[in-house]
């Protein structure tokens, strides 16, 4: 079945869902909606994290997006759940974007096998690279991607983002990560990633600068921290989205005392810095 068959493009309705930890997924779907606006398509950008009510968008709509960032070849947990709930759904046409700091892997197609399964049909994936938004000790070597380096990079991912709008209205069957080397990788990337990362990370947690703001504490997607005496304590489900250590307005989120240096682990200021 194509899109086109389903209705005529002026009044198609997307309905994206996406999750987006420190701000790459989201300003990549809010552009993919922005261009999609301008070629007649009724887009609907909704976070996972607003509880919306998914049964509901989903039958209103005619395409299905979904997106999220890379969490070494699996999408966030959060998120991971957010798919499994998605109803069962007869031929309709599924889009997804994922946004990674280097490279994506076959994620899209391993996250979004179960949906293929209840009915959805893939017509566009798409990775974007970003920016890494990850420099912890042990855990991920690399630096985050500077501000100046970053809007180069965006001019680029708005590049992809307009071709997978492109393909999109033209119908055309685009589907990335899929080959060997797309595989290989990201079967790799999951047989490590689990085990390392709780040999890796030990949790954050707040330091004497805290001043109590309250930020993280509304923020964090899984209501994993709490005011406690000395400042925020953290529970144990932090999915490492990065965001209170990101944008703590004191840089009061620590992983070891080696992040302290802020020159050296720099916090990422995503894409609306
Ligand atoms: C826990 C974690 C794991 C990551 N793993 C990868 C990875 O395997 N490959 C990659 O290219 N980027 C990886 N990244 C970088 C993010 O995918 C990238 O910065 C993404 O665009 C962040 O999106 P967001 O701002 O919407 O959260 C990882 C980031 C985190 C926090």
Redesign the pocket.
Known sequence: MSIKDLKSKDNMKICIFYF???????WAVNKLAEKLNLLNYEVKVISCESQPNISEEIDICDILGIAF?????YAPSPFQDFIEKLPKSIDKPLIALT??????GDVLWYTLKPLKNKGYIPMVFSNII?????HLPKLSPLPVTKSHKLHKKLEKAERKIDKMAYYITKDILHIEGINLFGRILGIL?RSIAKNFKSFAFKGFYSDETCIKCGWCIKNCPTQNIQEDSNGVKFLDKCI???RCYSFCPKHSIQMTEKTKNIKKYKRYT?PNC
Not at 20 to 26: D, K, P, R, V
Not at 99 to 104: D, E, I, L, P, Q
């Open positions: 987006s930890g420190t701000g790459n997924t989201a960032p890379i969490h070494s070849s946004t990674a700091g280097y490279t994506a970003i920016g890494n938004n990850m990337q490492i989205c990065m995503g």
